[in-house]
């Protein structure tokens, strides 16, 4: 992605777990975010342009970006666990990557869904400076509330022409947390064409 991506194995709860790290320009780093990708029955990897464009956002605003194969996926050990072992695997590599100081989580399509059980997780011990989701899952798992305190702090995206995960869902979902969403007019489920917009609406959201 860039003359500074590391390629790193780390550990999760089925083996060793593919990934890598994107450092910013110079020593002034925001803190790390970790960002998860879709689905990985359905081609789904850390090489996905939408969580590719995640990264360079991030890194662009001096963040560390760390992408990572879920199970099965690439190196990654393990099989699919529906999303279950997908987020411990998210908290191992939290663990290993983001121990101290910032922390940002992003993720698209099932990696949205994935993410949002890791806030739960973590809690009131670790609430991250910021929280993209993209394309969240919303008609085809069951995703976490978002904490209220981390509204302010959240950018949750979707195309308003999505026909695999329908915009409708994730205002279903959104609507009794009083969480807004940023609709792309004309946007699919993978933003095509539309990738430079997504990037620019992340950067804005860490800027702001």
């Known amino acids: 992605m860039n003359p500074a991506t590391q390629s790193i194995r780390l550990q999760g709860e089925a083996g060793a777990v593919e990934a890598l790290m994107d450092l910013p320009p110079g020593e002034d780093v925001q803190g790390t975010v970790v960002i998860a990708h879709p689905h990985p029955l359905f081609g789904g990897s850390m090489h996905n342009k939408v969580v590719q464009t995640l990264a360079r956002a991030f890194v662009q605003c001096g963040w560390r970006a760390v992408r990572f ?3 099965g ?3 990654s050990e393990g099989a699919h666990d529906e999303g279950r072992g997908e987020a411990r695997d998210m908290l191992r590599v939290i663990e290993q990557v983001a121990a101290q100081g910032p922390l940002a989580l992003a993720g698209f399509s099932f990696g949205a ?3 949002s059980h890791v806030v739960q997780a973590l809690g009131d011990q670790r609430l991250p400076q910021s929280v993209v989701l993209v394309g969240t899952a919303a008609s085809r798992f069951e995703v976490a509330p978002l904490p209220q305190v981390l ?6 995206v979707h195309g308003e022409q999505d026909d ?5 869902s994730v205002l279903d ?3 009794p947390q009083s969480l807004p ?8 489920h993978f933003f095509h064409g539309q990738l430079p917009l997504l990037k620019s609406l992340v950067i804005r959201h860490l800027k702001s």
Not at 151 to 156: A, E, F, G, Q
């Open 69 to 71: 194969q879920f199970r």
């Open 173 to 175: 979902w959104a609507r």
């Open 113 to 115: 869904f994935v993410t």
């Open 151 to 156: 509204h302010d702090r959240c950018l949750v």
């Open 181 to 188: 969403i940023t609709v792309i007019p004309g946007g699919e």
């Open 164 to 168: 695999t995960v329908p915009l409708a």
């Open 73 to 75: 996926v690439g190196a």
